[in-house]
């Protein structure tokens, strides 16, 4: 375990209080999930948005295309601006480079649409982007009239590697687990439930009782350390089902009446609950975060030890470092400490091995989830997560 900075420490005693905002979040609270945009801005140097000003206008050089770019592409059912942002580019997070952004419009994504042709423009040695052929410039991002823009509008990534982790509790603070509402009772001669059957809680509060309302039912199951400090982020929750609120708080106990929607796993006496979380729309610009960052893998999901590529993992930093949704990060593995033996067995440190890419798509203030796109190793709990370059 390596010695704790002043920062470290200090991060570290913020996570717990951070995750509950998480939670909230999740629950349908928006406050927390607007404070990566507002930390990122208050990082950003006047050169940075000068040099993002710059490249908005002039694209990128010809030669960071991908070897196979097409000169024209149609956009279909299907696409994500990711897979787009691969076959025009080598390094696909700087799209908003290639598409001609500033910082105003990547917080737009609502850009490409099934059907629109995207053509590839290059002169002089620069390459950009355009919806016309032969155009002279950066696109002017003025969405045409649509009769539901935002919900024609490709996504960032695919929905369904992620989807399980947009409206379900992944990892919950002790905070959360101590005011969470639970299951308290179960019909006589039922041990479990089912769909179908009744429940009765305790800890549902009266602004969120209202009848009709759909809770998540979830139990903490392992925690989640901080690689680096040792802390304990939070406790990755097991999603066991759904129930909807047919009765609300009464009597001298506050007991509320649920009837179980949905039954993944066995759910009984002690079951947690959470209010379901709206559901959300992932559509982000990929791109590379304005400041540096570099963090852990703290987590992979799935049951396992090592991962690949179309995993999720949690990582140990969040908008406390300026991450925003969309972000892309390396993915790195600290160089090996080996001997050598054409040196009297001396000992000398590898290089840092980068091995794959990881997509932020939900922040919370010390934590945040990564869809990693592409990897050429496996991914392990500590490999780092940085910048990329």
Do not use: C
Not at 165 to 173: A, E, S, T
Not at 255 to 266: D, F, H, I, K, Y
Not at 271 to 299: C, H, I, N, S
Request: aromatic fraction near 6%.
């Amino acid at each position: 375990m390596r010695d704790l900075t002043k920062e470290h420490q200090a991060a570290s005693g913020r996570r717990l209080h951070a995750f509950t905002l998480a939670m909230l979040s999740a629950a349908g609270v928006t406050a927390a999930a607007s404070v990566p945009a507002m930390a990122a801005d208050l990082t950003v140097s006047p050169a940075q948005h000068a040099e993002a000003q710059r490249v908005a206008q002039q694209g990128i050089p010809a030669t960071d295309l991908s070897p196979n770019a097409p000169s024209q592409y149609t956009v279909r059912n299907g696409d994500t601006l990711w897979g787009i942002s691969g076959q025009y580019l080598r390094q696909p997070w700087r799209w908003p480079e290639l598409w001609g952004m500033n910082r105003q419009q990547v917080r737009n994504p609502h850009l490409i649409y099934p059907g629109q042709v995207l053509y590839l423009i290059q002169r002089d040695g620069r390459a950009w982007l355009s919806t016309t052929p032969g155009a002279n410039g950066t696109v002017r991002l003025t969405p045409a009239v649509r009769g539901d823009a935002e919900g024609a509008a490709i996504l960032s990534i695919a929905s369904k590697d992620i989807e399980p982790f947009l409206i379900r509790p992944l990892v919950v603070d002790e905070g959360t687990l101590a005011t969470s509402a639970r299951i308290v009772a179960v019909p006589e001669s039922h041990v479990y439930l089912g769909r179908g059957d009744s429940a009765y809680a305790r800890g549902i509060a009266p602004d969120t009782a209202a009848v009709g309302s759909d809770w998540q039912a979830f139990r903490p199951v392992t925690p989640v350390y901080d690689p680096v400090t040792g802390q304990v982020l939070g406790y990755e929750a097991e999603y066991e089902g759904n129930a909807r609120l047919t009765r609300e708080p009464g009597g001298p106990d506050a007991v509320s009446t649920l009837r179980v929607t949905q039954a993944q796993q066995e759910m009984g006496v002690g079951t947690l609950l959470l209010p379901q979380p709206m559901r959300e729309a992932v559509r982000y610009v990929p791109r590379a975060p304005e400041t540096q960052v570099d963090g852990r893998v703290a987590k992979v999901y799935g049951g396992v030890q090592y991962g690949g590529a179309k995993q999720v993992v949690v990582l140990n930093v969040g908008a406390n470092v300026g991450l925003e949704p969309g972000h892309v990060l390396a993915l790195s593995r600290t160089g090996e400490v080996v001997n050598d033996r054409t040196d009297g067995n001396r000992h000398i440190a590898l290089p840092d091995e980068r091995y794959g890419l990881a997509f932020v798509f939900r922040v919370f203030q010390g934590v945040s989830y990564a869809l990693v796109t592409d990897a050429s190793n496996v991914i392990e709990v500590g490999d780092r997560v940085i910048s990329p370059r």
